[in-house]
C-alpha cells in the first residue's frame, strides 16, 4: 500500500488561496486515482475532489466547484489541491486518499494521509 502524507494547511483568511500537496512517501501514485476528502468538527467525512488514475477525469463537490482545483503530478508523485476563494465553512481538517483506478467511480479508497488543517477566518 502506498502511504500518503499530506501538507499546506495553514490559516488563512476569508478570500484567500493555499494549495494541499499530498505525496507519496512510500510507493507510486502513477496507477492510482486520488480523492482530497475533508472533516470539519461535528460533520462527516466529505469527498471534495477526485481525479483518475489517467488524470484526464476529475469531479468535485458542488460546494467547491469553480474554486478548487485537483490536478496530479505523476513524475513528482504528488497530487495538489489548489483552494481559491476560501470561505469559513470551507474549515476541516484535509485528507487525500488513494486508490485502485476504479476508485475514481466506487467511491472506495484504501490508503490515506494523516489529515491537514485547514482553517479559514471571517
Known amino acids: 500500500q502506498v502511504q500518503l502524507v499530506e501538507s499546506g494547511g495553514g490559516q488563512v483568511q476569508a478570500g484567500g488561496s493555499l494549495r494541499l500537496s499530498c505525496a507519496a512517501s512510500r510507493g507510486t501514485l502513477t496507477n492510482y486515482a486520488l480523492g482530497w476528502f475533508r472533516q470539519a468538527p461535528g460533520k462527516e467525512r466529505e469527498i471534495v475532489a477526485r481525479?483518475?488514475?489517467?488524470?484526464?477525469?476529475?469531479n468535485y463537490a458542488d460546494s467547491v466547484k469553480g474554486r478548487f482545483t485537483i490536478s496530479r503530478d505523476n513524475a513528482k508523485n504528488t497530487v495538489y489541491l489548489e483552494m481559491n476563494s476560501l470561505k469559513p465553512e470551507d474549515t476541516a481538517v484535509y485528507y487525500c486518499a488513494a486508490g485502485g483506478p476504479n476508485s475514481y467511480y466506487s467511491g472506495f479508497y484504501s490508503s490515506w494521509g494523516q489529515g491537514t488543517q485547514v482553517t479559514v477566518s471571517s
Open positions: 481525479i483518475s488514475s489517467s488524470g484526464s477525469n476529475t
